[in-house]
């Protein structure tokens, strides 16, 4: 309870709110780092994901790599990077990443993939071009989904670039290891809030967001269907499909 | 005019929906195709605006090879009203009657003030045009399926299934409706249904599809019940299950109509 009180304090001491290695610096190069990792690796996975969704080719090998990705230790991969390309962001840069990827691709192809293809035939029949069904139709109403792999693949990211701090004077991770090294316990315990904050508000407001990309008309289904709902109201679209006639 | 000429289709798997299918859909006139499942009547009706492809034969319209023509120009030159409607959930009433003359890069306004009159067309009022599709009843979005359909004023519309997916008492309103505007507007009307009632009320011409893709017969109602081409015909309309075996008998001074069964069918107009 007492480090706890420490690490409190440690926060709110001025002195660590000035200066070079100062909080609000090293948020902002946490955020920096974090940002640069989400923008590439959507970059990579989003379109791949909504190939593989609109498609529905190649699932099999998207599950295989992305569940392969999900498997292999972030600091595993960073130390051998860091031996290899040497000190500096590129190594925690490009480990996080691979991070990010399985849910980027999850969220796009399920989110595409969970479009009712009911809807999707009848847009195609209507005379929509591949482009316009994906624009006008797969994305709109899957983004949802694809909201929430980008905020969770945001978490993640977030949480997990303290481990930059390990190989690059960078980031939150900057006084979890100085703390470590110096046995400055407060310091430590102090940087772990900070990050723990930062990604609870990062999650918050992404939150926000995959509520108001839901579509309206989604929204706005009638209230007498609850009765006859079996799970929540989900963002993605279609009719359910139920027993005899609705009116 | 639509006519089909051998048209055959394999899908890869094997299964043969349409086996060398010969038809012609007569211009202006409404032809249905009516069948059970698997009788190969909506893949007939999809490779019209090429949504599938025949694996032999031609399908043409006005004499022209529709697999000469660009898929997607030839679809939004057609009208498709679907099972379920099909509305885009996202998309209020009138963006979705709007949708293919926008997508053909009509104005957004006269496109829109199109969309309206097409509400009063097919019987919807104008205040439904900023409601969403998961707002409006089962019958108001077949209605608003059917004015999509008629959104680029198509010489040709499709319908696959409409009525499928109402309450009875919607689908024969819809169905009236439907006689009505047809009366009107004398469009091309390729129907597909696996309800023979509904056939006989629509079609000028009746196709009786049977599995594995053949036609049994294709004429007016009147011919099929008069002259069905084999058993499988007559037992389709129902004719041998005297459903249609209609008499007439006398009940208190009144000349009722009654079945095979002798339900009551209907009283007999003087």
Known sequence: MNLL????????????????????ERIMQHLAISATVLVIASLIALPIGMFVGHTGRGKDGAVTVSGGLRALPTLGLLTLLGL???????????????????PLLAGAYAGLESVDRRT???????????????????????????????????????????????IADDGLGRFIFAGLKTRDYAEMLGGSILVILLALAIDGLFAIIQRLVVPAGVRATRTRELRSRPTRPRAVVGQPITEGNRE | MIEFRGVTKQFPDGTVAVAGVDIVVPPRKTTVFVGSSGSGKTTLLRMINRMVDPTGGQVLIDGTDVATLEPVALRRSIGYVMQNSGLLPHRKVIDNVATVPMLRGEKKAAAHARALELLDTVGLDRSLADKYPSQLSGGQQQRVGVARGLAVDPNILLMDEPFGAVD?????????????????????????????DEAFLLGDQVVIMQQGGQISQAASPAEILANPADDFVADFVGANRGKRALHVTEVDGRRLVVDGDGRPAGVLAS
Do not use: C
């Open chain 1, 5 to 24: 009180l420490e690490a409190i304090a440690w926060i709110f001491d001025p002195a660590n709110w000035t200066g070079a290695g100062s909080i609000p």
């Open chain 1, 120 to 166: 999707v035939d009848a847009a195609r029949a209507m005379g929509m071009r591949e482009r316009q069904v994906i624009g006008k139709v797969e994305l709109p109403l899957g983004m949802p989904i694809i909201v929430g792999g980008i905020r969770s693949a945001t978490l993640q990211i977030v949480a997990t670039a303290t481990l930059a701090a390990y």
């Open chain 2, 168 to 196: 009875p008492i919607v689908r024969s309103e819809l169905q009236q409706e439907l006689l009505r505007l047809q009366g009107e507007l004398g469009k091309t009307v390729v129907f597909v249904t696996h309800d023979i």
């Open chain 1, 84 to 102: 290899s390309i040497g000190i500096g962001l590129q190594a925690p840069i490009i480990a996080l990443v691979v991070l990010a990827l399985p």
